[in-house]
């Protein structure tokens, strides 16, 4: 292995994969629904595939399908507020992961630093590494730490701390909402804080926008693109398979100004050339679609949220009723809740792993039958120990799903 894919050797994904496959637990772990996405969806990709179009066979524009990027263009448009140069300032990629790994790959030069908000989606520090980089991490901190019920809405960056960290070397900043794992949904002035430090020291933004849909009243999703001045350093990044509920497609996007996103399509065209067109094709269909519905009650989009509302109350309250102390997210899928109520009940010294929220969620899939994720893999080795109290839980389920963890969990606590 070429030594600068070191950081890239583990993957929490593929470790879980392969317990899952022998512990057969109830998996809330990685995050995808467990039931079919709305029947017009697959339906595009069945039309495109059976149409007899010879072109949805071969390589299209290597960008983007241009039927694609179009519909992109239009929708986020409308959405920030100014005109996307459909054929310019789009590619499409393969998932919102290769948008992430070109954004870094072609900006981040040797030495540079990158800021990273913990906890984070685990993929942007090896990413970050792989290209030369330094990561420079700083934690959401906890502003009530005494609340009776805790929202991710306490978790906060301290902006002085922040600014602290911006210095000649800071090439670009990453921020992700709404959050995953945390659910946090920034707000207007959180993002307006992170803005102005983006522009008084001239560093990019790559704003990881793949939950973009999935927020949950009162809170609101802001495009840190559509602030002022911010469109010039912005790369945002979207995900049909977040968006249409459908990960296994794996179709992204990053959309920006010309001058960013032509450097990203240098590294798309060296590794990737171009995505599978009847893929693309589908997910176009799928997207004017939408735009045709937007603020309609048949927006899949703006339905979403009010689908998997009452699934993140469900499971909240079942979590409390356990024992455990879940932080009620504003966005995302995902509920993070604390579990060491549990500590001195059980013995995980069968489990060697370094941090206990590895060895608890490793024992509770093999003994209780249940899949979590671990806290601290969405830490920096520095500071996993603020991490080790937690567990991840995805709520993205049938509702028969959720009730079997009911059931798993009231027999077990
Ligand atoms: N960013 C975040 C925050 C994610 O949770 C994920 C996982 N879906 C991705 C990026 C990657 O998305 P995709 O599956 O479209 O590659
Ligand atoms: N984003 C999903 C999660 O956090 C899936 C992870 C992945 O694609 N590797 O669970």
């Known amino acids: 292995l070429a030594s600068r894919y070191k950081y890239g050797e583990y993957s929490i994904w593929i470790e879980i994969s392969k317990l899952t496959a022998i512990t057969k637990p109830l998996n809330l772990g990685q995050g995808f629904p467990d039931y079919e996405p ?13 149409e007899n179009n010879l072109n949805f066979h071969q390589y299209t524009r290597g960008l983007g399908h241009v039927r694609l990027v179009n519909a992109i263009s239009k929708l986020y448009s409308n959405l920030i507020n100014r005109e996307i140069d459909a054929l310019n300032e789009v590619l499409v990629t393969v ?18 630093e990158a800021i990273v908000i913990e906890p984070y989606f685990d993929c942007y520090e090896p990413m970050i590494r792989i290209a030369g980089g330094t990561p420079r991490f700083i934690p959401l901190r906890n502003t009530k730490p005494n609340a009776e019920v805790s929202h991710s809405s306490d978790w906060k960056l301290d902006p002085e701390e922040l600014a602290s960290l911006f210095n000649a070397k800071t090439k670009l900043i990453i921020i992700n909402t709404p959050h995953n794992p945390l659910g946090k949904v920034f707000d207007y002035e959180e993002l307006n804080m992170i803005a102005d430090l983006a522009k008084k020291h001239n560093v990019l933004v790559i704003s990881d926008e ?27 990044i979207g995900s049909a398979g977040k968006s249409f509920s459908m990960t296994g497609w794996k179709l992204g996007w990053a959309y920006g100004p010309s001058y960013l996103i032509k450097n ?16 693309q094709e589908a997910v176009a269909r799928a997207f ?4 045709s519905v937007l603020n309609t009650p048949e927006s899949y989009f703006q339905n979403l949220s009010k689908e998997l509302k009452p699934k993140m109350l469900y499971l909240s309250n079942v979590l409390q009723e356990s024992g455990f102390v879940p932080i009620i997210p504003d966005g995302g899928y995902f509920l993070v809740s604390k579990w060491t109520k549990f500590e001195n009940k059980i013995d995980l010294s069968a489990e060697t792993d370094k941090y206990k929220d590895f060895r608890f969620t490793k024992w509770l899939s093999k003994n209780v039958k249940l899949q979590s994720i671990p806290y601290s893999i969405f830490y920096s080795e520095e500071s996993k120990v603020l991490a080790e109290d937690f567990m991840r839980l995805c709520f993205f389920k049938k509702d028969e799903t959720l009730k079997e963890a009911e059931k798993i969990l009231s027999t077990w606590t």
Not at 95 to 112: H, K, M, P, R, T
């Open 95 to 112: 998932g919102a992961y290769e948008a992430l790994y070109c954004a870094i790959q072609s900006n981040i030069e040797v030495g540079d």
């Open 38 to 50: 709305p029947s017009r969806f697959p339906q595009f990709l069945a039309e495109v595939a059976s």
């Open 210 to 236: 793949v939950y973009e849909w999935l927020v949950y009243e009162p809170a609101k999703h802001t495009r840190i693109a559509s602030l002022p001045d911010m469109w010039e350093r912005t790369i945002t």
């Open 264 to 279: 990203l399509c240098v590294v798309h065209q060296t590794a990737i050339y171009t995505c599978a067109t009847p893929v």
């Open 288 to 291: 004017e679609h939408e735009i």
